[in-house]
Antibody, heavy 119, light 109 residues
Framework: QLQLQESGPGLLKPSETLSLTCTVSGDSIHSSSYYWGWIRQPPGKGLEWIGKIYYSGSTYYNPSLESRVTISIDTSKNQFSLRLRSVTAAETAVYYC???????????WGQGTLVTVSS | EIVLTQSPATLSLSPGERATLSCRASQSVFTYLGWYQQKPGQAPRLVIY???SRATGIPARFSGSGSGTDFTLTISSLEPEDFAVYYCQQRTHWPRMFTFGPGTKVHIK
């Protein structure tokens, strides 16, 4: 069974860079069966897709975030990562790493990690 | 960008009742629509994909229908564990994009 776990700082100041890592267990991140991605959810609000990456390194980003986002993959560590530059307080949210199966829906979810942006 | 709207925003029902949730897209998403269930403090869980296919482990009381711009998630007889927020989600091929609806909260009457 595929499992995902987010890790990274939980508190940032405005204008800093958010960096999170997702560790995948239960299968190889190099598998062609999955895409990997990130979704966030501000407290008490809805879900926003951030972006996704294929094992080959191909990336797709939410156009509203594309200028500030980088998703990368490290197959040697079975991990993928999110970097979001110049964060604001409005980007305080629970950040989920996700795995997308063959039908490209979000089949697998990490437990989520709360990132707070505050001065 | 395709916008999804969900109705109603909240649904007050009793266990055993039928729940009917609606999701409407601003333009056709064909059948590229999924439904997710989220309980407090938990990550969402995929319930339905491609408009009408149940995800692994999802009970038969959950069903999805629709195509184009109008979709429905039906829970035939609510169990206590079904009270949650439900989000619809679409995926488009060009641009490669995923968006979610604002959610419908199903709570106990």
């Amino acid at each position: 069974q595929l499992q995902l776990q987010e890790s990274g700082p939980g508190l940032l100041k405005p204008s800093e860079t958010l960096s999170l890592t997702c560790t995948v267990s239960g299968d190889s991140i190099h598998s062609s069966s999955y895409y990997w991605g990130w979704i966030r959810q501000p407290p008490g609000k809805g879900l926003e897709w951030i972006g996704k990456i294929y094992y080959s390194g191909s990336t797709y980003y939410n156009p509203s975030l594309e200028s500030r986002v980088t998703i990368s993959i490290d197959t040697s560590k079975n991990q993928f990562s999110l970097r979001l530059r110049s964060v604001t307080a409005a980007e305080t949210a629970v950040y989920y790493c996700v795995g997308l199966g063959g039908y490209e829906y979000f089949d697998y979810w990490g437990q989520g990690t709360l990132v707070t942006v505050s001065s | 960008e395709i916008v999804l709207t969900q109705s109603p925003a909240t649904l007050s029902l009793s266990p055993g009742e039928r729940a009917t949730l609606s999701c409407r897209a601003s333009q056709s998403v064909f059948t590229y629509l999924g439904w997710y269930q989220q309980k407090p403090g938990q990550a969402p869980r995929l319930v339905i994909y491609d408009a009408s296919s149940r995800a692994t482990g999802i009970p038969a009381r959950f069903s999805g229908s629709g195509s184009g711009t109008d979709f429905t998630l039906t829970i035939s007889s609510l169990e206590p564990e079904d009270f949650a927020v439900y989000y619809c989600q679409q995926r488009t091929h060009w641009p490669r994009m995923f968006t979610f609806g604002p959610g419908t909260k199903v709570h106990i009457k």
